[in-house]
């Protein structure tokens, strides 16, 4: 993959953004560095070391310094005094790779195999799909009205799901832009999964096909993370980056902040896109949950372009940033 | 010995069988329970139908039991040979399950491992030696079991020198909700925290802020918050669509046992919840405790004890005066209650005590002995638990390395409550001889879960994709337990008893469900004296329905 050539100086965070992005996403192996375990450097005993604890996994992600038990409720310093002579790192709580010495779960089952009589319990591979209307939102501007929508959708057992997303915006009645995607989701960690698939392009300019590379989880402190690379006809290249949180202020009112990144390896006019970072949304919004699924919810957006995508917009119409104020529904079932 | 005369002193509804077409919420389900099937060698007949209920204010459809939720009250004698004919006029396949009665592998009602189930419209006559004595219960092992298919058990026979009991009546906790259970299953899988309305909140956080300071309150979420996990996640199906019921009364249809002062009364709680723990008191009275999953124990005087789903405890109470007292058991969570009254008839009811403050799960619950290593008199880590290979997935999102393994904690939301709360490590089996062979090998099995995908497993194994579990025959062997969940999970085992051991490995008390709650490791005797293929898993239906659940080969 090779990004391109054509680059503003002025497009130098976009340029760092997107390289980040690209190498954390392709070289690294798929959003291994998104998915940052929680590593419990825990003082502890010696005499009650778990074996596994001696050597670290192989493979586990590099411990979080940050994440010491020390500074946690019950944690005092006395923990850290009666064991300072044996310090042991155990190991991370949350996913990670089994050590050499972790048991084989097989070998209590003395050859034997499961029943075989007839309807035995089989919930535990239930085939679900669910639906998740995000956002469906009225949108009204400095650069006039529209709507805009934000949806998932999946089906599949407790672990591998076929997943559709879209979203995209209509203005003064024309779709102005909008993406589909069809993804396959694994899970690789408790956390996160991989999202592999295809991403059709839509609105105004010519239509873009583009194949999907992606990861999706959840980091620690609750942060729902999309990271997506894609790869186009002709070499092109992009990346997509969503974040969000839920912030509680009751058990029905919820605010979420929202960003997301949109950057692209070689500008595409056609489309009003330019390379490097293309576009930064920054979006709030509060709902209140009537019920879990039913949610209407009053919000903001700040669309920022940069570089070359921002001179597209300013001689379009004008200006290059934009506010937004939204009026929508979250819906799920 | 002479037995007390069952359930003759209740309020007798024998007949009301309309199935609750009453107003509001102050409905009265047909009382199955209060019906008494008899027993005596005689046979018995259970009919499994659709009955329209109405627990909420919404007419919903139950599966009862000739005709009632709970089913009807099966009374068997120690020596005799039981024979129940179950009769399937539901929709769907079902099963009947004798929960903690020993009988043979293939009359004990678990679909794809006793037998294939009761299909429609089809029968199944049961028929089993009855070995044991004891309070005890039956219920469908299938979803079934939410929605109504579940009754007493009482078996007569040696159970010791127990006082003679003026009044005897079963207290049967469980839950009704409007959804099908298949719904709930489903919001849980889409949305782990569908139905916890006590989660962590910017109200909360000020709160604990103003009394403990920013930087502790901060402390106290951040171990959590950067873990994925939710401290107010102790029950995952709470009031929000459960109605709790006692006998199979709302609160506000306040089941009634009828007793005078001065009359001791024996009360036969059963934990019926397909997804609940209740914590039980009766303000005003003391209750003393004398035997636990149907086996007698040694009396033990307590204010409160909790119930999980599958265990039973027998208790008895002395009634001071002739003023009526309230049997309240709130949910673990507190997110919702079963009441009903003891007292004579037309004495007014008392007060309903206020539901408790929900607790938050502690440091201990999420990192066993290693929270525990600095508080005083809390020396009770154990042996580091053994990972094994398969708890490394997406399906597992916790592993605790070193186990706390106390018995002595009523668990959370009891601890330090004021009252003298029953926990494990006062239950001790009376009159009861174990196997004097020591534990020949250990066999240790790691309660695993992912709450956000709500997948939940045994060593990070569903049930459809798990070996099962061998057990010698004629072997005696130690279950070791760990749970690396931050939930806390009955687990039951079929066929066979569990023989609770001390942490320093003393035999204590003999169950056929046992609580592991978050972070802890139990030891657990078994004789491997049943041949054939049982079940063992969580009593939490729907972590069961997720995949917590073993078949045990014993050959």
Sequence with gaps: MTLSDRRTSSNLPGRLLWRAALAALLTTGAGAALAQTPTMNMPMPADAAPSQAAAPPPAAPPPDPGHNMADMPGMGGDARQASADAPTAMGPMQGGRPPASARDPYAYSGGYQRSTMANAETADRLRLGALFLDQLEAVTSNQGSGAAWDVQAWYGGPFDRAWLRSEGDVRQGRLEAASVEALWFRPYHPFWGTQVGVRQDLGEGPDRSWIALGVQGTTPYWYGMEATAYVGEGGRTAARLKASSDLRFTQRWVLRPEIEANLYGRSDPARGLGSGLATFQTEMRLRYEVRREFAPYIGVAWNRAFGETATLRRAANGKKDEVQFLVGLKLWR | ?555
């Excluded at chain 2, 009991?165 to 099908?180: I, K």
């Excluded at chain 2, 490590?425 to 790691?446: C, F, K, N, T």
């Excluded at chain 2, 690396?484 to 066929?495: A, C, N, Q, R, S």
């Design chain 2, 1 to 555: 010995m002479p037995l007390p005369q069952l359930l003759t002193a209740g309020p007798t509804r024998r007949g009301f069988v309309t199935g609750g077409a009453v107003v509001g919420t102050a409905l009265l389900a047909a009382p199955g329970w209060a019906q008494d099937l008899g027993g005596s060698g005689g046979s018995s007949e259970l009919t499994l139908a659709p009955l329209d209920v109405n627990f909420t204010g919404r007419a919903r459809q139950a599966t009862a039991i000739n005709g009632g939720v709970p089913g009807p009250l099966l009374r068997l004698r120690q020596g005799e040979t039981a024979t129940v004919r179950v009769t399937n006029r539901l929709g769907a396949l079902t099963s009947i399950h004798w929960h903690g009665v020993l009988v043979p592998p293939d009359m004990d009602g678990v679909p794809g491992i006793s037998f294939p189930g009761i299909a429609p419209g089809q029968a199944f006559t049961y028929r089993f030696p009855v070995k044991q004595a004891g309070t005890y219960w039956y219920h469908a092992h299938t979803l079934h079991e939410q929605t109504g298919v579940y009754g007493p058990i009482i078996i007569e026979g040696e159970e010791g020198d127990l006082p003679k009991a003026d009044r005897d009546y079963v207290v049967m906790l469980s839950e009704w909700s409007d959804e099908d259970p298949l719904r709930i299953y489903g919001k849980l899988k889409k949305l782990g925290g569908y139905y916890n309305f006590n989660q962590p909140n910017l109200g909360d956080f000020f709160e604990d802020a103003r009394r403990s300071g920013f930087a502790a309150a901060l402390s106290a979420r951040s171990m959590f918050y950067r873990a994925r996990m939710d401290p107010t996640d102790l029950s995952d199906i709470s009031g929000a669509t459960f109605t709790y019921l006692m006998n199979g009364v709302t609160p506000a249809g306040n089941w009634t046992g009828h007793a005078r002062g001065g009359d001791r009364v024996r009360l036969r709680f059963i934990g019926a919840g397909a997804a609940t723990y209740f914590d039980v008191r009766i303000p005003g009275l003391k209750l003393t405790v004398v035997a636990a999953d149907g086996q007698p124990v040694e009396p033990v005087t307590v204010d409160e004890f909790r119930i999980s789903p599958g265990e039973t405890y027998d208790v008895f109470v002395e009634m001071p005066d002739d003023r009526a007292y309230t049997i309240f058991a709130q949910a673990m969570d507190r997110s919702g209650f079963a009441r009903g009254t003891l007292g004579p008839p037309g004495a007014p009811a008392a007060a309903i005590p206020p539901l408790e403050r929900r607790p938050w799960l502690t440091p201990a619950d999420m990192m066993g002995g290693m929270a525990m290593a600095d508080m005083p008199g809390m020396a009770s880590s154990g042996p580091a638990a053994r990972h094994a290979r398969t708890e490394y997935g997406p399906g597992v999102d916790m592993r605790v390395d070193q186990p706390r393994v106390n018995l002595d904690d009523p668990g959370i939301g009891l601890r330090n409550n004021g009252r003298r709360v029953l926990t494990y490590a006062d239950l001790r089996s009376r009159g009861i001889q174990v196997d004097p062979r020591p534990d020949a090998r250990e066999i240790e099995l790691h309660l695993t879960g992912n709450m956000e995908r709500y997948v939940w497993s045994i060593d990070g194994i569903r049930y459809s994709e798990s070996p099962p579990v061998a057990f010698k025959a004629g072997e005696r062997l130690r279950l070791v337990l760990v749970n690396d969940t931050m939930m806390t999970h009955p687990m039951h085992l079929h066929g066979m008893w569990m023989d609770l051991e001390s942490p320093d490995g003393q035999f204590q008390v003999r169950k056929h469900t046992v609580t592991v709650q978050p972070a802890q490791r139990v030891s657990i005797g078994v004789n491997a004296d049943a041949p054939g293929r049982w079940a063992f898993h969580c009593h939490i239906l729907y972590h069961m329905a997720a995949g917590m659940f073993r078949e045990i080969v014993v050959a």
